[in-house]
């Protein structure tokens, strides 16, 4: 007769961080193992102390399904029960979702192909499945997405949202689009790798031509999309599709694009780093700071913060670890951050030094 293993007692451990945005899941708190009063184990005991063992070594699984899916959004919660079946000792037959209140379908997913190939004590067979509750806290917001978390390969890529963050007044987006894409206005527009040029939406075919409405952005330049207008941007001939970063910003008039392509380079960090501005608020009266900003391994940033202003970092090589409001981060290539206004944040670079887009939006 098939007999199933209960797990209470490690299941209510398996749960997502609530209090803090740092999207790490609670760590399951492992007991000595159970023993009959005379000292020897139980088949029963042995097999409660493997389940907690999986348990243990399997955090990040948890951790990473977690985050795939806050990567899209962070608006769920609820239990996800999954039936493991075994058919040779320790080796999984077939993994089944009994249930998932979450109503993430891409969570409950994610489990299964993380944990289909794990391997189990050999003290499991075909009579002993086990079910385990996985319990996921809605969180107040994140800080920190990972481009390939929210998705990989060609796209547009919404890195960084009201959905994904909790906060409505961040939106940053990556271009990597062959031919043509539309781009919303009221948009700080950077490529990050090509050229590219702007055309307005109005033109029946997006054109190149020199006598034309297009507006040449080289790489690490900076273009302010207006109100009122969409554009396209198109790479330029027989040339890779550029990259582009483009982020939110607040409400602009004008009839055409803004293009800020004069660089001016700032020591900062006593002298352990650069920023080359792109785009300046005050001395441009521009609507938002850019900036290129290349660390050495020896820069650091005291805790601070920006009572005004909403921060976003995209790193394009290096890294380091970022602390916000006393949770710390690893960064590396292809991260995404967005720090609020008047939260207090602090970095220390790592020993390739960093490089990274740098922007300071005004709170809306």
């Known amino acids: 007769m098939t007999r199933l293993?209960?797990?209470?007692?490690?299941?209510?451990?398996?749960?997502?961080?609530?209090?803090?945005?740092?999207?790490?899941?609670?760590?399951?708190?492992?007991?000595?193992?159970?023993?009959?009063?005379?000292?020897?184990?139980?088949?029963?005991?042995?097999?409660?102390?493997?389940?907690?063992?999986?348990?243990?070594?399997?955090?990040?699984?948890?951790?990473?399904?977690?985050?795939?899916?806050?990567?899209?959004?962070?608006?769920?919660?609820?239990?996800?029960?999954?039936?493991?079946?075994?058919?040779?000792?320790?080796?999984?037959?077939?993994i089944e979702v009994l249930s998932n209140s979450t109503k993430q379908d891409s969570l409950s997913d994610c489990l299964v192909a993380k944990y289909e190939t794990h391997e189990w004590p050999p003290v499991f067979d075909g009579a002993t499945p086990v079910e385990l509750p996985f319990a996921f806290k809605k969180v107040e917001g994140q800080y920190v997405v990972h481009r390939d978390v929210v998705s990989s390969g060609q796209g547009t890529i919404r890195l960084l949202s009201g959905k994904n963050t909790g906060n409505p007044d961040v939106e940053l987006t990556l271009v990597r689009e062959q031919g043509a894409n539309l781009l919303q206005t009221d948009s700080l527009v950077i490529p990050i790798r090509g050229n590219a040029f702007l055309v307005p939406a109005k033109c029946n075919a997006p054109h190149r031509g020199a006598k034309g409405p297009c507006k040449g952005l080289r790489k690490f330049a900076a273009a302010v999309l207006p109100n009122g207008e969409a554009f396209y941007t198109t790479p330029e001939p027989s040339a890779t599709a550029p990259v582009i970063l483009v982020a939110r910003i607040s409400s602009q008039s004008g009839n055409a694009p803004a293009i800020f392509d004069q660089k001016r380079t700032v020591d900062i960090g006593a002298g352990t780093a650069k920023r080359n501005i792109l785009i300046d608020i005050e001395r441009q009266k521009a609507?938002?700071?850019?900036?290129?900003?290349?660390?050495?391994?020896?820069?650091?940033?005291?805790?601070?913060?920006?009572?005004?202003?909403?921060?976003?970092?995209?790193?394009?090589?290096?890294?380091?670890?970022?602390?916000?409001?006393?949770?710390?981060?690893?960064?590396?290539?292809?991260?995404?951050?967005?720090?609020?206004?008047?939260?207090?944040h602090a970095f220390v670079s790592g020993d390739n030094g960093i490089s990274a887009i740098q922007i300071y939006v005004p709170v809306s």
């Not at 797990?7 to 451990?13: I, P, S």
């Not at 493991?84 to 320790?90: D, E, I, K, N, R």
């Not at 900036?291 to 601070?304: C, D, K, N, Q, T």
């Open 5 to 94: 293993i209960p797990v209470a007692l490690v299941g209510a451990l398996l749960s997502g961080c609530a209090s803090q945005k740092k999207n790490t899941p609670d760590a399951p708190q492992v007991s000595e193992r159970n023993v009959a009063e005379d000292g020897e184990p139980t088949l029963h005991d042995i097999r409660i102390a493997a389940i907690e063992k999986v348990v243990n070594e399997t955090s990040q699984y948890r951790h990473d399904c977690w985050e795939q899916t806050a990567a899209k959004t962070i608006n769920f919660s609820g239990t996800i029960v999954l039936r493991f079946v075994f058919g040779q000792p320790g080796e999984i037959a077939a």
């Open 287 to 344: 609507p938002a700071f850019a900036a290129i900003l290349s660390g050495s391994s020896l820069f650091r940033v005291a805790e601070h913060t920006h009572d005004k202003e909403i921060e976003m970092l995209y790193v394009l090589d290096g890294g380091g670890k970022l602390t916000v409001a006393g949770e710390s981060y690893i960064l590396r290539a292809g991260h995404a951050v967005q720090i609020p206004a008047g939260v207090k």
